[in-house]
C-alpha cells in the first residue's frame, strides 16, 4: 500500500517563499511521474507542475516563481515555492504514478497541505 506524506505548507506574505514535500514510501518498485496539483475554494484541481524521468512541466501562472525537483533515492518529490502571490493560495496535492514491487502500476494522491498567502 503506497503512501504519501506531505509537508511544508503554511502562512505566507506575498513575495515569500516555501517549500513543499511528498514523500511516497510501500512497496515501491519504479516511480514513473510526480506531480503537484491544487485546488483553489470554488475551482477545479489544476496541475502546477510535473517531473518525470524525462522532463519537467509547469502551468503557465507558475513558470519562472516555482521549481519541482525530486530525491529518487528518498521517493520524495519537493516543490520550491518563491515569489508567491495571494492567488497561489490553494491546498496542494501530490500525486505519484508509478509500479509496485507486485508488478502492478499506481497513482496516489497525498493528502492535501495548505498553502495560504497573505497580500
Known amino acids: 500500500q503506497v503512501q504519501l506524506v506531505e509537508s511544508g505548507g503554511g502562512l505566507v506574505q506575498a513575495g515569500g517563499s516555501l517549500r513543499l514535500s511528498c514523500a511516497a514510501s510501500?512497496?515501491?518498485?519504479?516511480?514513473?511521474?510526480q506531480g503537484w496539483y491544487r485546488q483553489a475554494i470554488d475551482k477545479p484541481r489544476e496541475l502546477v507542475a510535473i517531473?518525470?524521468?524525462?522532463?519537467?512541466n509547469y502551468a503557465d501562472s507558475v513558470t519562472g516563481r516555482f521549481t519541482v525537483s525530486r530525491d529518487n533515492a528518498k521517493n520524495t518529490v519537493y516543490l520550491q515555492m518563491n515569489s508567491l502571490k495571494p492567488e497561489d493560495t490553494a491546498v496542494y496535492y501530490c500525486?505519484?504514478?508509478?509500479?509496485?514491487?507486485?508488478?502492478?502500476?499506481?497513482?496516489?494522491w497525498g493528502q492535501g497541505i495548505q498553502v495560504t498567502v497573505s497580500s
Open positions: 500525486n505519484v504514478r508509478g509500479v509496485l514491487s507486485s508488478g502492478s502500476s499506481f497513482s496516489n
Open positions: 517531473i518525470t524521468t524525462y522532463n519537467t
Open positions: 510501500g512497496g515501491i518498485f519504479r516511480i514513473d511521474a
